[in-house]
């Protein structure tokens, strides 16, 4: 029910062609919503349903989140939303490297200081599987940006211990050409421990 885990279905059924998936009873609390209107924003294919049926015991409005495949375009994701998707950056900055034209994500420096430096390890890995990245220093302030690219190429990468990282990696490996290897995704354990098994029940 976590929108940040439903976050990496999203961004892949998002992009993987002739995709119709439905995220069951995801938690849609106001102040965690900006992964959806970001991703609404770069023209995703998202619809929410069943919001006024479904609550959490803690009464936390909750819902079902239809995706469907579409064609994503590049956007510019202003500071001020970046709190709201912090954690889903990572997996939104897989999807930019296969949208349409350029996207910039403003303010991003809080990601140096999550598990690991989520900044560097997302564009060391992205760059090794051909995605146009690049960090952009602007004083105190980072912003990233990406142009989107026709294909991802697979490549040897790393999670770096950490677990967004990894899932949003294993995304990038199914939406790229060839194999991908990541080296180590047992940290996947720490938010989302069934994510390999739940991934491939709706691939076959």
């Known amino acids: 029910g976590d929108i940040s885990s439903a976050a990496f279905f999203m961004v892949m059924a ?46 936390e409005p909750m819902g079902d989140i239809i995706v469907s495949s579409s064609r994503l375009k590049g956007v510019i994701v202003k500071s001020k939303e970046i709190p709201s998707l912090i954690d889903e950056l990572p997996v939104l900055m897989v999807a930019a490297t296969l949208a349409k ?5 403003e303010g991003v420096q809080e990601l140096r200081v999550k598990e690991t430096d989520r900044i560097n390890s997302m564009e060391r890995n992205l760059l090794r599987m051909g995605a146009d990245i690049k960090v952009l220093n602007k004083g105190k302030r980072e912003d990233i940006e990406i142009n989107g690219v026709n294909f991802l190429y697979a490549a040897k990468v790393k999670s770096f211990g950490d677990h967004r990282t990894a899932m949003s990696m294993v995304v990038a490996g199914l939406l790229s050409r060839g194999r ?22 709706i691939l076959h």
């Open 101 to 105: 034209g350029r996207t910039v994500f």
């Open 14 to 59: 998002s992009l993987l062609p002739k995709s119709n998936l439905c995220l069951k009873n995801v938690s849609l609390n106001p102040s965690r919503l900006g992964v959806l209107k970001v991703l609404k924003k770069m023209n995703a294919r998202i619809r929410v349903i069943n919001t006024e049926s479904c609550k959490s015991a803690g009464g």
């Open 180 to 201: 991908t290897c990541i080296d180590d995704v047992s940290c996947i354990n720490k938010s989302y421990p069934g994510f390999l098994l739940d991934l491939k029940k």
